[in-house]
């Protein structure tokens, strides 16, 4: 009987458990990932990996867990918006005692600034529309993104006379730009 009651008390409290919301002592908060990584070091500006644009954006990446998405990943990993974080940083730290922090600080004022915003609507639009398959149905609303991204009067023309002739277009805006490009 006891060892019935042990096995079945066993078996009870492995039930219980299995029950209770399971967490790792591993698993760590998006904002515990971005805490830690905003105080180590830029070691890739000492190591000489700095000159390969694929590792910066891998470093830049490895502030996702702060907020920054892929549009900010790619923008902020190019070289020369890099460089000029760099300059504003250099002012007051020596490369040596810079962190992720001072990089996540200089991002923040970038993504505060007009031309950054400006800079985002425009590429997310340009991007929309290469995604999008051009009809002559959606016309009228698709040329109101073309205008906005500042397309040429000849190239909306041309877009414009592609749909009239191929009505039944199966192509996106980006494929038929890179199309009617060719001729």
């Given at each position: 009987?006891?060892k019935?009651?042990?096995?079945?008390?066993?078996?009870?409290?492995?039930?219980?458990?299995?029950?209770l919301p399971?967490?790792?002592?591993?698993?760590?908060?998006?904002e515990q990932?971005?805490?830690?990584q905003?105080?180590?070091?830029?070691?890739?500006?000492?190591?000489?990996?700095?000159?390969?644009?694929?590792?910066?954006?891998?470093?830049?990446?490895?502030?996702?867990?702060?907020g920054?998405?892929?549009?900010?990943?790619?923008?902020?990993?190019?070289?020369?918006?890099?460089?000029?974080?760099?300059?504003?940083?250099?002012?007051?730290?020596?490369?040596?005692?810079?962190?992720?922090?001072?990089v996540y600080?200089?991002i923040?004022?970038?993504?505060?600034?007009?031309?950054?915003?400006?800079i985002?609507?425009?590429?997310?639009?340009s991007?929309?529309l290469?995604?999008?398959?051009?009809?002559?149905k959606?016309?009228e609303q698709d040329?109101?993104?073309?205008?906005?991204?500042?397309a040429?009067?000849?190239?909306?023309?041309k877009?414009?006379?592609?749909?009239k002739?191929n009505?039944?277009?199966?192509?996106?805006?980006?494929?038929?730009?890179?199309?009617?490009k060719?001729?």
């Amino acid at each position: 009987m006891k060892k019935t009651l042990s096995v079945l008390t066993l078996f009870t409290v492995i039930a219980v458990q299995a029950q209770l919301p399971q967490s790792s002592p591993l698993e760590i908060s998006s904002e515990q990932a971005c805490e830690m990584q905003l105080v180590k070091k830029l070691d890739f500006m000492l190591d000489g990996s700095f000159t390969h644009e694929n590792v910066l954006f891998k470093e830049i990446a490895k502030l996702r867990p702060c907020g920054l998405d892929d549009f900010d990943v790619t923008f902020f990993s190019d070289m020369d918006v890099f460089n000029t974080m760099l300059t504003r940083i250099s002012k007051h730290k020596k490369v040596e005692q810079m962190t992720f922090s001072d990089v996540y600080t200089e991002i923040l004022k970038f993504k505060k600034a007009a031309v950054y915003k400006e800079i985002r609507e425009v590429t997310m639009a340009s991007e929309e529309l290469g995604q999008t398959t051009g009809t002559i149905k959606n016309w009228e609303q698709d040329l109101t993104l073309f205008e906005n991204l500042g397309a040429s009067t000849t190239v909306i023309q041309k877009v414009y006379d592609y749909l009239k002739s191929n009505p039944d277009n199966e192509k996106t805006y980006k494929e038929i730009l890179e199309l009617l490009k060719e001729k």
